[in-house]
């Protein structure tokens, strides 16, 4: 096979994973397709949970749920003597209406904010271009090695005719690093429907109630942060993750619905734990998930406090990123109460 910028691909692959990872959720917050226009596609699903109850693993999530910190609520209001009020919540990247309808406490502290902190704040296709282009061979295979080698010929089957759905030709398939092949798999089809029709995700929602109060948005972090850190995760339990994102593909709904239900219930601290026994259900341990954790979440928690100091000492701002940074003893909530600040509960 050809490498992939000789043959006209390596274009394909780029505009295919700025639509898939980002691309949607972009053109929604930009003036996008106008979703009410259309016939907007629902999300099924039920809670996995009631089906384990009695069982171990059932027992395990409620455990590490309980001994979570600060895992029971996702706006928290950020206080320290002589400065403007700053908040922080947790967010999912999701579009449902359940998620995306913004609380009257939760309104009231953006609208008094000067600022708005996301994860990232620019996912132009420019940027998303300058991104993949450095870390490009951090997400595809080079050197003849490809994703099929990895897995069983059934696991890869899979693979491409999940992907083939969302408009990968399959023969592109298998040019992805595991990581990028789990990615692409971690939403329903519904969900990205509803994001390519113009609904818009928890954060794009945020950013759009911010400017048009002439909030200004930026980000904690970079998208060549992010896919390196989702890259250094080491091959092996990158593959394994991979595996149990097949196994449990056939549930994906169940499985996205049972974490909006812990969101919603403000059961932060079970969604980790939810995770790891779902791969064990399916034969992956959860020790593969070791090292997502530490980068994904330990590492990169370190990162968002470093880079947020100098906004919080101002004062007045809304950081807002993905709900499972919160809680844990690791958890933002923790590194901003270690670094001076005054942390409180709003809901």
Partial sequence: MKPVHQCGEWELVRRFLYRVLIGLALAASQGGIAAAQQTVPG???RSILDELKGTDAYARIEAAAAQSENSTTLLWKIERAGRPVSYLFGTMHLTDARITTLSPALRS?????????L???DLSQGNFKKAFASARDLMLFSGGQRLEQLLSAEEFRKVSAILERSGLPAQIAGLFRPWVATLMLALPDCEKQRVGQGLLPLDAQLAREARAQGI???GLETLDL???TMAGVPQADQIEMLKAS??????????IETTVQLYLGRRLGAIWPLQLALAERVGVPGSAFNSSEQSLLVRRNLGMRDNAAAHLAEGG????????????????VNLLRDAGYTLTPVE
Avoid: M, T, W, Y
């Fill in 317 to 332: 701002v809304f950081i807002a990123v993905g709900a499972l940074h919160l809680p844990g003893k690791q958890g933002l």
């Fill in 43 to 45: 999300c099924s699903g």
């Fill in 119 to 121: 994860e990232v704040d």
């Fill in 226 to 228: 992010q896919f390196r």
């Fill in 109 to 117: 502290a953006l609208g008094s904010s000067r600022r708005l902190i």
């Fill in 216 to 218: 200004g948005v930026i």
């Fill in 246 to 255: 097949l196994r449990l593909h056939d549930r994906i709904d169940d499985v």
